[in-house]
Structure formats: structure tokens, C-alpha cells
T-cell receptor, first 115, second 114 residues
Framework: AQSVTQLGSHVSVSEGALVLLRCNYS??????LFWYVQYPNQGLQLLLK??????LVKGINGFEAEFKKSETSFHLTKPSAHMSDAAEYFC?????????????FGAGTRLAVHP | DVKVTQSSRYLVKRTGEKVFLECVQD?????MFWYRQDPGLGLRLIYF???????EKGDIPEGYSVSREKKERFSLILESASTNQTSMYLC?????????????FGSGTQLSVL
């Protein structure tokens, strides 16, 4: 069965510092992987997705993530944090053999950015 | 822009009541989903539907049912609400039948069962 583990339920960084949010997955076949962001009082929005093309995926708002099969990881990074990046981030996995658009989400990481 | 609209932002119900959560999308998407979001647990899939009148159980369907009579509307039903169903409920939709397409989410309904 697929699963997603996000290390660290809360991450705090200074404005301008590197953002690193960790995601490890468990899947029996090479999966599709996603990062979603949830701003306060809003639904989730897609940041980026990996679908077996390039292993380094660039998303919106300067975020990127690298698929590492050997480490079963898909960590999210941003070189320089901005105050507006404060939100909750969710990693999700989908088994391409599972059919339809069923995503399994991680528990989420809340990112705080302080001046 | 795709819009997924959930009928209520906040809802307070009593134990044992029948509760309807409504979701409407305006982009002719085939797939619709109901998730519940709880702190520390992320999003868990309750039910999804890939076509009108079709439904599939997700990971936590117990205590819930769904209805999809029209393509744009997907309803979540709590037959007899219980306090452990207090949660944030998120509706989502997506196009087509492939996992590559992104989900569009509504803003959520915070349900409190007293």
C-alpha cells in the first residue's frame, strides 16, 4: 500500500533562508508525486508534480522538488523564504496503476517564516 | 478559473442528525472527491466519483455516504452524525481519468458535531 511520510509537522525559517520540507513515500511501483499548499482559510493548491519526466521539478512561487528513487524521497525546496510562504504544505502520492485520480496525502508540514 | 464551491464554511450539528455537505464545480470535471482534514493526519479520502451516479469508497468511508445525480454536484451525507465526525471537510474535482491531472479544491466546510 502506498504511504507518504512528511518529516516535521512544523518548520520555522527566517525570511531569506532556505526552505526544505521533507517527504518520503512508499510505493510498489514508480509513483506520481505532488506537493500542494494550503494558505489559511483556503483549499489546497497544486505547487508542482512529478510524473516520471525530469527528476527535478519546478513549481510555482519559486519552489522546486527533486525525485530521488534511491532514497524514495521528494523533498520540497525554495532558496529564499518569503513571508508569504507561510502556509501548510502537503506531499501526496498516486499509484499510476491504481486508476483514476486517487491521491494519498501526508500529514502536512506547517511552515512559519519569521522576520 | 475553475471554481469548486462548498455550500457552507461552518456548520454546527447535533449528534444523531442527518447532515448534508454540498459541493459544486463549474468546469465539467469528471472526477469529484470528498476528503476530511484533521490535524496531524493530513487529508484522508472518504469517497470519490468518476462519473454521474458512480461512486467509490476511499480510505475511511464508514459513517458516510455520497450522491452524484448531476455531473457538477457531489454531496456527502452523514446519516447519523457523531462527535468523531467533527472535522474539516474538503471537496475536490479533477478532469479526465488520469492521475496526472491536478485536483481543484474548495475552501472547506468546518463541521462541528455537538
Amino acid at each position: 500500500a502506498q504511504s507518504v511520510t512528511q518529516l516535521g509537522s512544523h518548520v520555522s525559517v527566517s525570511e531569506g533562508a532556505l526552505v526544505l520540507l521533507r517527504c518520503n513515500y512508499s510505493s510498489s511501483v514508480p509513483p506520481y508525486l505532488f506537493w500542494y499548499v494550503q494558505y489559511p482559510n483556503q483549499g489546497l493548491q497544486l505547487l508542482l508534480k512529478y510524473t516520471s519526466a525530469a527528476t527535478l521539478v519546478k513549481g510555482i512561487n519559486g519552489f522546486e522538488a527533486e525525485f530521488k528513487k534511491s532514497e524514495t524521497s521528494f523533498h520540497l525546496t525554495k532558496p529564499s523564504a518569503h513571508m508569504s510562504d507561510a502556509a501548510e504544505y502537503f506531499c501526496a502520492v498516486s499509484d499510476p496503476l491504481g486508476g483514476y485520480n486517487k491521491l494519498i496525502f501526508g500529514a502536512g508540514t506547517r511552515l512559519a517564516v519569521h522576520p | 478559473d475553475v471554481k469548486v464551491t462548498q455550500s457552507s464554511r461552518y456548520l454546527v450539528k447535533r449528534t444523531g442528525e442527518k447532515v448534508f455537505l454540498e459541493c459544486v464545480q463549474d468546469m465539467d470535471h469528471e472526477n469529484m472527491f470528498w476528503y476530511r482534514q484533521d490535524p496531524g493526519l493530513g487529508l484522508r479520502l472518504i469517497y470519490f466519483s468518476y462519473d454521474v451516479k458512480m461512486k467509490e469508497k476511499g480510505d475511511i468511508p464508514e459513517g458516510y455516504s455520497v450522491s452524484r445525480e448531476k455531473k457538477e454536484r457531489f454531496s456527502l451525507i452523514l446519516e447519523s452524525a457523531s462527535t468523531n465526525q467533527t472535522s474539516m471537510y474538503l471537496c475536490a474535482s479533477s478532469y479526465g481519468h488520469r492521475v496526472l491531472e491536478k485536483l481543484f479544491f474548495g475552501s472547506g466546510t468546518q463541521l462541528s458535531v455537538l
